[in-house]
Structure formats: C-alpha cells, structure tokens
C-alpha cells in the first residue's frame, strides 16, 4: 500500500518570540516516524514522509494529491493538535478513501479526545509505540479486515468506536529495524539546537527506550508498568555499533544520542563508549546524563570516545522544588557532575524550569543564582508544563491551573501556574535568567574566543541579536504569537544560534 506519513506544518514563530526563534529554533530527525517508516517499508509498503517543519499546509496537500496514498499516519504533540486535525480534515476532503490515523504524545495520552475533536477525519488513534501496530493495521485493510483485536488501537468503525486493547510496549529492541533516514530528502536541513552540535550532518539514535525514574513532569508511555516492562530497555551494544557504523557510511558527521540518560546501566555507557574507541569510529557525539548516574570517570571515557558536550538536568536550584519533581538528585550532585563533565573536557548545558508546584518567585531567583554559580557553558530556561499524560497534568488542580489552549503547550507560554506563583511571575523569571546567565562578561569573553569559524560568528551574531532584545523588550515572553502566521511555500532551517 501507499503509505504518507505526516508531521503537520508549523513554524518557530508558533512556539518562539519572533524576536529570539533564530536563537532557539531546532529541527532534529523525527526519529519516532522514521522508524515506523522503516518498519513499513519492511513489510513491503510504499512510505512517503512530508515534514511539515519545511512545507506549508497547501505544500502537504499538494503532495497528498501527487501521492494518492491508500494511508495516512498523522503524529502530533499536544501543541501540534490543532494543526493534525486541520490536516486530517483537509486529507478527508481531498479524498475520503484515504484512510487516516493519527499517532504520537498526544493521542497515546488522550486518544478518546482526539477521536471526538477529529470527527470523521480520523479512522483511528494508534496508542503508544506504533512501529508494530501501523503495520498490523494495514495488514488489515490490505486484506479488508476490520481492526477489531489489534492491540494499541481506538478505531472508527461503522458509526461505532471499537477500543482494542493496549499494545505491550516492544521488548526486543534489536528486531526494530534501522530508521529509514533517507525518508528525510536533504538532511542538511535536520539540525539540532544552535550550539548543540559540533559537526554535521548531524544523525538522531536512540540506545534505548524509557526511563526507571517516575518525574513529576515527564510522559511515560506505559507509567503503571501495566506491559510487564519496568523502567529502560536496552538495545545491544552490538545493534547500536552497527547503527553507529551505518550512520557514517552514509556521511553523517555527528550524533546526538537522545535517551534520557546514557548512564541509566553507567557499566552499559562504559562499555558503549570503550567499544566506540576500540573500532576508531570518527564521529563527535552529545548525549544526555542525569546528575546522579555518572562520575569523572564515566565522563573521562565518554571524551576519549568523541563525545564533545552533555546535558545534564538541573531544573531547579531549590532542593524542595527538587524534591516535588521526583528527581532523585541533590544539588551537589549537580554540581558535582557539572564540575565532574567539565574537569573531562566536556562542554556542559544545563535546563531549569520555572513553575514548579509550590515555587516561589524568591525560588526562582534562587534557581538563577545557582545557574550562574553552576558557570555550564550554555543553561536553558523553560515553563514547566503540564502535558497530558504526565503526573502533573493528572493533579494539576491540586497544584495550580492549566491553560485550555493546546497551543500553550510548549515550554516557552506557562500553560501551567502553580497556586505559588503568577504567569507573569514564571515567564518574568525566564527572561531575568536569560539576561544574567549569558550577560556575564565571563560568558561573552569565553564565547568570543570560540570562534573559530564563519558559521560560529553567525552564531554568536544571532546571540547578540537575542541577548539584545531580552534586554530592551520586557514583553518578549508574553507576547501571543499569531495562530497561522504567514510564510513562504517551503523553507530551511533557521541557522540561529544563543
């Protein structure tokens, strides 16, 4: 079957202050989608992927009509909601045999609410990992079969909702096949955020799936454990070389590894990262550690291997907000990592949050103060946000309010304010952190000397632009961004740097 598989248009101006989204702006490799892509083509279907990062609405149809798929899989975010059901609406309109079915954060989180809000557009909502389910789905139409029993699927059918049961999440990561990267076109254009990459392209991977920590904010696609599974699952060391080794052959120059720590299993990270060096693989990396699952040694081995920056979460500089996140670390074990990551040669980015239940705007001062104590090479702060499916979404009454407006839903807007603390408060403390961290005449000098090439003037071009006006625009981060701004049919990424 002809299959086209659809990440709706949008644009940084959605999200980002018009002011600071060349700053911001990131387009990393939808790994999700690539790998039920992959797992399409396996099963011998035809898959197209037309990535609204880089097309208009109009562009999208466009190619519905050139394709004539037989199928149409729709991932969305909470944030990106909006946009899925208007394409959803549009593919219907074009041709109500094409058969479509939306999939992603938000729907496996509110699957009964996107089937109410997609009306007739949408045949069904594929429920958590979807690289099995999708396939079993077109086996079933293929061979004009109903959908009833297949597991991680809510379908439309004749004038009834059928709820299968959920899908356990997938044990053997080792039998997924590859991504199929050259759904991409050109690559050139997938970049993660400025600063963040050394080299490129710049290829996504995954060594694993989930998380064995419960945090207050974070999505977990099966958090009771209901699938049997508790906490990560690994691949093989063996299946992330080949990847790896795949990846280069291909020309891709870096990886940012995304798991949501790499020293999750620290003896499993070191044997990565011995293995990476034993073969002489030339690639830089950038991976994601929490504070407390790795040490100066972990972090020595990591820079022998290529790895040239981390990211360690902070959050916040307060050790109760801490507590009330559920993140199992202390604040001198952040301190202690960060020291630990930069004593290896590593450079270092740090995220906060503002917002947390029962933060104080003093709190907030006190996270600031201890961002700029920390001295990372580069720290980011966000809103928390309470997205469907996490925790804090469940008990937002208890702790705060939540905005009614999906399009809230990023981390720049406050869709959620705690009892303790006002919107104007939370996005106040954002732009008052922005101002001191990278103000700092340590943290100009020190940028200044790194450049070494055009594209880091470019970059810290683009920083000064941003650093200007968080300075003269005090309604930057309060500023409503226009639902369906104008743009161009197609464009690239936006090179901006902080």
């Known amino acids: 079957m002809r299959c086209a598989l659809i990440i709706p248009a949008w644009t940084p101006e959605e999200i980002f202050s018009t002011r600071t989204a060349g700053s911001q702006i990131n387009y990393w490799q939808p790994l999700g989608t690539l790998y039920v892509g992959a797992c399409l083509q396996k099963a011998g279907h035809e898959v197209a992927f037309l990535d609204g990062s880089f097309l208009t609405h109009a562009a999208i149809l466009q190619q519905v009509r ?108 080792d039998a997924l096949p590859f991504p199929s990267r050259e759904l991409l ?21 995954t060594t694993s799936r989930g998380c064995d920590r419960r945090c207050l904010f974070c999505f977990q696609m099966d958090r009771e454990r209901k699938s049997g599974i508790r906490g990560v699952r690994y691949r093989s060391i063996g ?6 080794e795949l990846c280069l052959r291909e020309g891709y120059r870096e990886i940012k590894f995304i798991d949501d720590s790499l020293a999750a299993d620290r003896d499993r990270a070191m044997r990565l990262t011995t293995e990476i060096q034993r073969r002489g693989l030339d690639f830089t990396w950038f991976a994601s550690v929490c504070a407390n699952q790795a040490d100066a040694a972990l972090f020595r081995a990591m820079k022998d291997a290529g790895c040239w920056a981390v990211l360690i979460g902070g959050e ?16 001198d074990q952040i ?34 103060d201890f961002a700029v104590s920390l001295n990372p090479d580069l720290a980011n702060f966000h809103a928390i946000t309470a997205f469907p499916g996490t925790p804090l979404h469940d008990r937002a ?6 905005s009614q407006d999906l399009r809230d839903f990023t981390f720049q807007r406050a869709a959620f304010v705690p009892h303790s603390m006002t919107r104007d408060e939370i996005l106040k403390a954002r732009q008052l952190a922005f101002r001191k961290f990278y103000s ?5 000098l020190r940028r200044l000397a790194a450049i070494r090439s055009l594209e880091d003037c470019r970059t810290a071009i683009t920083g ?35």
């Not at 299946?239 to 790896?244: D, F, K, S, T």
């Not at 916040?316 to 604040?331: E, P």
């Open 66 to 173: 050139d394709l004539k798929p037989d199928f149409a899989g729709i991932y969305s975010t909470t944030f990106g909601w909006p946009a899925a059901v208007r394409t959803a609406d549009d593919i219907k309109a074009l041709d109500p045999g094409i058969w479509t079915c939306v999939g992603g954060p938000y729907p496996t989180a509110a699957p009964d609410a996107c089937l109410a809000d997609g009306g007739v557009a949408i045949d069904a909502v594929v429920v958590g990992e979807g690289e099995e389910t999708v396939v079993e789905i077109l086996d079933r139409l293929g061979s004009g079969r109903d959908l009833a029993g297949v597991a991680g699927v809510i379908a439309r059918q004749d004038g009834r909702i059928v709820r299968n049961p959920p899908r356990p999440l997938i044990a053997e990561l």
């Open 185 to 205: 076109g050109d690559r050139s254009r997938y970049i993660p955020a400025p600063a963040t990459y050394r080299r490129k392209p710049v290829a996504i991977v």
């Open 239 to 244: 299946n992330v070389l080949e990847e790896i």
């Open 316 to 331: 916040s500089g307060v050790q109760k907000n801490l507590n009330t996140l559920r993140k199992g670390a202390t604040l």
């Open 335 to 368: 301190r202690g990592a960060v020291d630990a990551a930069k004593a290896a040669g590593l450079r270092v980015t740090v995220p906060f949050i503002f917002g947390i239940p029962g933060e104080t705007f003093g709190d907030a001062l006190r996270t600031i």
């Open 397 to 402: 009454a208890e702790y705060g309010t939540v």
């Open 440 to 444: 700092r005449p340590s943290f100009l």
């Open 464 to 498: 000064l632009r941003s650093l200007f006006w968080l300075w003269m625009d005090r309604m930057l981060f309060r500023r409503k961004q226009p639902a369906q701004p104008q743009r161009p049919a197609e464009r690239g990424p936006n090179r901006g740097t902080p």
